[in-house]
């Protein structure tokens, strides 16, 4: 996209806005108060906002490559503890899609330099589901599963926190994990058993 595009289609949004609401950036800029964070992948096909219809401000968003929650990421864990301790968000959404490229790459054995330590985390969620991805000979159908399991393994990743655990106790948080289907278009809620995973890893993770 060219960069004079972009002020172009700018300016044309603010005059949008402001057509139907005089007051809209006065009120944008009193602060946020969303009720659930999305984190997603960093894919240049999927935005948040637009794929959920969700106007500024009802939404935080973090985005990486492959939507990943790792413990030692300090960029996604500081935006869950502002979001879950500070906003007070009410749900948490991972979510992945097919034909997404991080996990497509996870699944090769090329070298890819520095996104080897990143890509590692994915190919520890295909060894932890090995068995199940090796019986898929199909490798689309097999891509898509990884897509699917990867998501439902970083929920599990952010179950594990202090900030999430906590602000389930006291406010009955929610996480969930979607899968948008860039072909359809279509979002996809893979029923993640928040509550039958927070049991089952309570006695190796829980914190008070």
């Not at 898929?136 to 699917?148: M, P």
């Amino acid at each position: 996209m060219n960069i004079d595009t972009v002020f172009e289609n700018n300016k044309n949004w603010i005059a949008e806005r402001l057509s139907t609401d005089s007051d809209y950036f006065k009120k944008m800029g009193q602060g946020q108060k969303p009720e659930l964070l999305y984190i997603g992948c960093s894919d240049s096909r999927v935005t948040a906002e637009e794929l959920m219809g969700a106007e500024p401000g009802e939404v935080f968003v973090h985005r990486n490559i492959a939507n990943m929650v790792i413990s030692i990421d300090l960029n996604a864990m500081s935006v869950i503890n502002y979001a879950v301790d500070h906003l007070k968000v009410k749900q948490i959404v991972v979510c992945g899609h097919y034909a997404c490229g991080g996990v497509q790459a996870a699944m090769e054995s090329a070298d890819l330099g520095i996104l080897n330590p990143w890509l590692r985390n994915i190919r520890d969620v295909y060894r932890i589901h090995r068995a199940e991805l090796n019986a898929i000979e199909e490798n689309t159908e097999k891509y898509d599963r990884l897509v699917e399991l990867n998501v439902k393994e970083q929920c599990v990743n952010l179950i594990k926190t202090a900030a999430v655990q906590k602000a389930f106790r006291e406010r009955g948080l929610k996480v969930h994990g979607w899968v948008f289907d860039i072909h359809t278009g279509k979002l996809i809620d893979l029923k993640i058993d928040f509550e039958g995973y927070l049991k089952d890893i309570m006695e190796i993770y829980h914190l008070d």
